[in-house]
């Protein structure tokens, strides 16, 4: 295909400027930090350790126009149904607007709805936390069980334990996803059937997954409790009341979303329902305002002062231009450990695609790139000696906040210097002359520093993004995650990609439910020789497990 007039100079770009190093760009200009930082609210975002200079940023800049972007912002801030292979709105930025504005759907304004869901989120909340909506026996529910999977989990998973600090002392918070039973096994040894809400979350309501766990956990309930007790231990997150009501919950007891929710991005909706139930509702309402000013932010400001711009360029600048397919997300925060998972599946399931809007095949650019991560300093005790010393770079986002909520001696600190000195660590690298130097001053002699000089070098000139946030708030939570919300959305509309379906996680679904009988009763169908063997193998080693056990 031929190059947009915007990918074609970028293509120039890219010859001009690769080989200079981040280190030059430094020693060129002593401002550069100051030029390349953003500050908005609490959030301080330094983009200056990556490598570009005013120039490709101003091509990249001309890239995201060429795209139309800010038409398209727009597009989906106004409910235009920008989701095309499902022919939906795309709309989670509505769970979180409190302003006048209507939004509409198909001629209706949807945001009547979403106020009251949100109303009935907020008295059921305030109900079991203070202890006027009890369990069937009376007893306070305190135990609270999110059962759900991908979407319905990721979000309230990752959010309810970064704000660990806000539950209310005396509420647990559970998560049941895998359909191994073993996750379900877990939680049931845990809690005590008096004392427990379960919330089935679940958009369409018909995943095996999330449904047959429902059923294990209502079986266990009732096998204690009585059929009874359903109506005070149940509760349900969905789209889709048919399904809530055959399942035998009562839609009293069901809080709805709708079908311009996405899963990956419905932790604003009813499937935030566990968060309000742990951090109570204003709390959630602050993580809700603090994802809206994000909105605002990325509505309004200009291209090249736009956060979720700025990073979504860079990461098409190394995805497209430097062949680099992988990116970290290194949260410095232990109670943000699940971030890194959450933001897999915001990103890999949004933009892990290859078919264009335009209905064809893309051959001749690259998508999304594999997001892995963890807490850092842990993982620097990890994978961090490839992103020194692999033979590819790793872009890297680090996020820590300023100021922990478990200010403790110097644990803070240790944890600040160690994330600043990785960025610098990765940027600065050391030449084999330095490691010779450091080795001569320790005194080792000729052979071993030849020996070992190249292995104690670090080329250098690896990329990251520094996040400083004052501290790890609900509504500073917020303003991060839809930070990276747009960061993708972003990305999709210049890969001109759906970032809304997931027709991918469809496939290996469909071959499971075939394969599912055959595990009891023999092959079948048509597999390839491997599948075929390893079905007969495992039937095998069953059956003599069943047989022992028996
Ligand atoms: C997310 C995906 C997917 C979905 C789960 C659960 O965007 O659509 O992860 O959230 O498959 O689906 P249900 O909520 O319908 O059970």
């Known amino acids: 295909m031929a190059l947009s007039p915007a ?28 030029k390349y930082t953003i500050e908005f609210e609490d959030l301080i975002f330094d983009y200056s350790k990556n490598r570009f200079d005013d120039k490709v940023l101003s091509a990249l800049i001309k890239l995201a126009e060429e795209h139309n972007l800010k038409n398209r912002i727009n597009d989906m801030f106004t409910g235009k149904k920008i989701n095309v292979t499902e022919n939906r709105a795309v709309l989670h930025t509505a769970l979180r607007n409190f302003s006048d504005t209507p939004i509409y759907v198909d001629n209706v304004d949807v945001m009547p709805e979403i106020r009251r869901v949100r109303e009935k989120m907020k008295t059921f909340s305030e109900a079991v936390r203070n202890g006027t909506f009890r369990g069937f026996t009376g007893k306070k529910l305190t135990n609270i069980v999110n059962i759900g999977i991908g979407g319905s989990d990721l979000g309230p998973y990752m959010v309810t334990a970064a704000l660990k600090k806000y539950w209310a002392k005396d509420i647990k918070c559970y998560f049941i996803s895998n359909i191994d039973g073993t996750a379900c096994a877990e939680v049931l040894n845990e809690v005590n059937p008096e004392e427990t809400l379960f919330i089935v979350a679940s958009k369409t309501f018909t995943t095996i997954e999330t449904l047959t766990n429902a059923r294990t956990c209502r079986d266990w309930l009732v096998k204690a409790l ?144 594999a997001l892995f991560g963890g807490a850092g300093t842990d993982v620097q005790h990890s994978f961090f000696q490839l992103l020194h010393q692999g033979t590819e770079p790793v872009p890297v986002d680090f996020i820590i906040p300023a100021v922990s909520q478990n200010e403790n001696g110097k644990h803070h600190e240790i944890l600040l210097a160690n994330i600043l000195a990785q960025a610098e660590a990765l940027m600065k690298g050391k030449t084999t002359d330095e490691a010779a ?114």
């Open 7 to 34: 990918v074609a100079n970028l293509v120039e770009e890219y010859k001009r400027f690769n080989k200079t190093t981040m280190n030059e760009l430094f020693a060129l200009d002593n401002n550069r930090a100051e």
């Open 226 to 369: 009585g059929e009874q007790a359903v109506a005070n231990h149940f509760v349900a997150l969905s789209t889709n009341t048919k399904a809530v009501a055959e399942f035998g919950i009562n839609t009293d007891n069901m809080f709805e979303f709708w079908d311009f929710v996405g899963g990956r991005y419905s932790l604003w909706s009813a499937i935030g329902l566990s968060i309000a139930l742990a951090v109570g509702y204003d709390n959630f309402e602050a993580l809700l305002k603090g994802a809206e000013a994000m909105d605002n932010h990325f509505k309004t400001a200009p291209l090249d002062k736009n956060i979720p711009v700025i990073m979504a360029l860079i990461g098409i600048w190394y995805n497209d231009y430097y062949n680099i397919h992988r990116y970290g997300v290194i949260p410095y925060d232990q109670y943000l450990k699940f971030l890194p998972s959450y933001l897999q599946q915001l990103d890999m399931e949004s933009n892990g695609k290859s078919v264009r809007l335009d209905n064809k095949k893309i051959t001749d650019y690259a998508t999304g790139p």
């Open 437 to 550: 130097a450091e080795l001569r001053a320790a005194g080792k002699d000729e052979a071993t520093i030849e020996k070992l000089k190249l292995n104690k070098s670090f080329d250098g000139n690896r990329p990251s993004n520094m996040f400083i946030i004052n501290q790890l708030t609900p509504y500073n939570l917020g303003m991060l995650i839809a930070m990276y919300e747009h960061k993708v959305y972003t990305q999709g509309v210049i890969w001109e990609i759906d970032s809304f379906d997931q027709w991918g996680v469809e496939l290996g679904k469909q071959l499971a439910l075939k394969i599912l009988p055959e595990l009891e009763n023999g092959v079948t169908a048509n597999h390839d020789s491997s599948t075929t063997r390893l079905i007969n193998k495992v039937r095998t080693i069953r059956a003599k497990a069943v047989t022992k056990a028996a």
